[in-house]
């Protein structure tokens, strides 16, 4: 089956690939001019982190649009093709986001409270050689742990 273009749409597409790399290539030396301006101003790390990690993740997310709109032609399906693809990135995206929040809170909360995980060894008694109940452990609030 052969697709026919003319010459226009042949170089409506080159140089819509063309305007893609560009715009990658700029978008990519001017994360690498702000990663190397935030070493050189902040040596020791001290600076605004945060700052500067939104702004990487906002280029980032730049450069996905284009690479996924351009170079795997997605810009050019329907709209139910493309939100089918991309719902379930984002819902991928939100869950890790939302599982990196909940042990955040988990660690705040053991530290909070005092819980300190010790590991339990038992002898292996006969039960081959991955030694059955090695290396359990077992959370316990700090105060149980001192007084034993």
């Known amino acids: 089956m ?8 042949y170089n409506s597409q080159v140089s819509a690939v063309w305007r893609a790399t560009i715009i990658l ?19 020791n790390g001290d600076g605004p982190r945060m700052l500067l990690n939104v702004g990487f ?3 980032s997310l730049l450069k996905a649009y284009f690479i996924v709109g351009e170079f795997m032609h ?15 990135l984002f819902f991928l995206i939100w869950f890790i986001i939302a599982f990196l929040w909940e042990g955040a809170e988990w660690q705040n909360n053991r530290t909070f ?12 008694q006969g039960h081959g050689a ?10 316990k ?3 149980e742990h001192k007084g034993h």
């Open 2 to 9: 052969a697709h026919d273009f003319s010459v226009e749409q």
């Open 25 to 43: 290539s700029i978008v990519t030396i001017v994360e690498v001019a702000i990663a190397l301006f935030y070493m050189q101003a902040y040596p």
């Open 57 to 59: 993740i906002m280029m």
């Open 74 to 88: 997605l810009r050019y399906e329907t709209r139910a093709l493309i939100i089918t693809i991309l719902a379930p």
């Open 113 to 124: 409270w005092g819980v300190e995980v010790e590991e339990h060894r038992t002898p292996m």
């Open 130 to 139: 991955e030694g059955h109940g090695q290396g359990d452990t077992h959370a």
């Open 141 to 143: 609030p700090a105060e």
